[in-house]
């Protein structure tokens, strides 16, 4: 009943108008009922996480994308910042070795988790946000579906890929120039995974990006691009970037160009785009 209650609150838009600690205290309830949430071990840290199919990889093996998560494990110590957006449950913010960490999870649900993986693993030098990242600040229609990984601002490529939308609501939307300001000077390593929405993620970190220290692993998937998305990608890589790919569904890495990058017909893979030197 009570979980019952929180869905019509939360697909009605009604809960930004229920005070937080009310929502909070509901959302801790639910997780404190809810059978499918588990917590699992890897990397002498735990992690709790909500036992659908796109994380039973991690549930099983302990791992995800293991070319990623390789070379995440190899360079996250050299950076004063690690930003985790899309964190959903915190794996490569638990994975980081980073000085500091932030965490950026839009989805309620998945950010009280987040939070008490944080909480439970002593990450003092961890913040966390709930927000959307966007090219804008400000609120936007979010997307739920029944896989905790695939919602989203945009529902198009989720009607497209015939996932199923449980529900909406309004979320307040950042962009990473506004919330990132105060570390302009950090050297950064982005990881960036927000279903379809990287190009927008980078439209609105231009300030960010002119100050050429930072580094970005995202999720690339062509079937949820525009034109248009995948011209600001372009405008950011060409003059900017070295593009290594990172094998998903293949345990392969290897250098390639912009053009080979748009060949490429996998469902997704994972893009490494590190700061050309001078």
């Known amino acids: 009943?009570?979980?019952?209650i929180y869905r019509l609150l939360s697909n009605k838009g009604i809960a930004r108008f229920v005070p937080e600690k009310i929502m909070f205290k509901v959302h801790k309830l639910i997780l404190k009922l809810s059978k499918n949430i588990v917590m699992i071990k890897f990397n002498n840290k735990k992690m709790f996480i909500i036992k659908d199919y796109s994380h039973d990889l991690i549930f099983r093996k302990k791992f995800l994308e293991p070319e990623t998560t390789k070379l995440f494990l190899e360079i996250s110590k050299n950076y004063d910042l690690f930003v985790d957006v899309g964190s959903c449950f915190g794996?490569?913010?638990?994975?980081?070795?980073?000085?500091?960490?932030?965490a950026i999870e839009p989805d309620k649900k998945n950010f009280r988790l987040l939070e008490k993986t944080i909480e439970k693993n002593k990450m003092n030098n961890t913040t966390l946000f709930n927000y959307a990242i966007s090219n804008k600040n400000e609120e936007r229609i979010f997307y739920k579906t029944k896989l905790y990984s695939y919602h989203s601002l945009r529902n198009e490529h989720l009607k497209r890929e015939e996932v199923e939308i449980t529900g909406e609501e309004i979320v307040e939307t950042k962009t990473l120039d506004t919330?990132?300001?105060p570390f302009l000077n950090q050297k950064m390593l982005f990881k960036i995974d927000i279903e379809g929405?990287?190009?927008?993620?980078?439209e609105g970190m231009k300030n960010l990006l002119s100050t050429k220290n930072i580094d970005i692993i995202f999720e690339y998937n062509i079937f949820r691009y525009t034109q248009k998305d995948l011209d600001i990608i372009h405008k950011i890589v060409k003059d900017n970037f070295d593009i290594l790919y990172l094998g998903v569904f293949k345990n392969v890495t290897k250098k390639m160009t912009f053009e080979?990058?748009?060949?490429i017909e996998e469902d997704y893979c994972n893009i490494f785009l590190q700061q050309k030197k001078d």
């Open 1 to 4: 009943m009570l979980i019952k």
């Open 91 to 102: 794996y490569y913010t638990l994975l980081s070795e980073a000085k500091n960490n932030i």
């Open 197 to 202: 929405l990287e190009a927008e993620a980078f």
């Open 179 to 181: 919330l990132l300001k």
């Open 260 to 263: 080979e990058l748009l060949k």
